[in-house]
T-cell receptor
Framework: DAGVIQSPRHEVTEMGQEVTLRCKPISGHNSLFWYRQTMMRGLELLIY????????DSGMPEDRFSAKMPNASFSTLKIQPSEPRDSAVYFC?????????????FGSGTQLSVL | TQLLEQSPQFLSIQEGENLTVYCNSS?????LQWYRQEPGEGPVLLVT?????EVKKLKRLTFQFGDARKDSSLHITAAQPGDTGLYLCAGRNQGGKLIFGQGTELSVKP
């Protein structure tokens, strides 16, 4: 199995530019999560989708962040305009079984640096 | 805000030593998971514990869920350099949301 695939692996951009992160979940999984990881705040849930529908976006920092899931095999996280404080590793994860035994499969992440 | 506090934050030990990592909260969780993350990769699930007092073993790793389902521990016996990584606990709250701790960075030196 290919696992969760994220692109790009690394992104360096300048403040004010638009950034788009991409994720392909594991085939057959029906939930998709976007997390952000920093040294200061650890792993934070930004938003999650179930059957392509956004369920909880309370972790999205502000209006500059948006996420879409147009179909079961693709999701994007967009930051516009980007700011230096957005620098972090962004992870996408997917799962199949909901409930207390739900197992999340994470991608390798996108390391974002906003200069 | 529900918090999961992990201790210690950093741990550096020699190969062959034993260690315990703790995950504590004032909140009750319906289940608790432990993940391990290696540099440049995403977290990988090690175990899920559901019942208060539950103990699970995975080779040299022993996981325990507290009786009140508010805390957990991970014990590694005879640590090896391959155990090096960031260990994250994650609790599922009553609303179904998974809350992650800050992690324990473990370094095992040969």
């Amino acid at each position: 199995d290919a696992g969760v695939i994220q692109s790009p692996r690394h992104e360096v951009t300048e403040m004010g530019q638009e950034v788009t992160l991409r994720c392909k979940p594991i085939s057959g999984h029906n939930s998709l999560f976007w997390y952000r990881q920093t040294m200061m705040r650890g792993l934070e849930l930004l938003i999650y989708f179930n059957n392509n529908v956004p369920i909880d976006d309370s972790g999205m920092p502000e209006d500059r962040f948006s996420a879409k899931m147009p179909n079961a095999s693709f999701s994007t996280l967009k930051i516009q305009p980007s700011e230096p404080r957005d620098s972090a590793v962004y992870f996408c994860a997917s799962s199949f079984d909901a409930g207390i035994n739900e197992k999340l499969f994470f991608g390798s992440g996108t390391q974002l640096s906003v200069l | 805000t529900q918090l999961l506090e992990q201790s210690p934050q950093f741990l550096s030990i020699q190969e062959g030593e034993n260690l315990t990592v703790y995950c504590n909260s004032s909140s009750v969780f319906s289940s608790l998971q432990w993940y391990r993350q290696e540099p440049g990769e995403g977290p990988v699930l090690l175990v899920t514990v559901v019942t208060g007092g539950e103990v699970k073993k995975l080779k040299r790793l022993t996981f325990q869920f507290g009786d009140a389902r508010k805390d957990s521990s991970l014990h590694i016996t005879a640590a090896q350099p391959g155990d090096t990584g960031l260990y994250l606990c994650a609790g599922r709250n009553q609303g179904g949301k998974l809350i992650f701790g800050q992690g324990t960075e473990l370094s095992v030196k040969p």
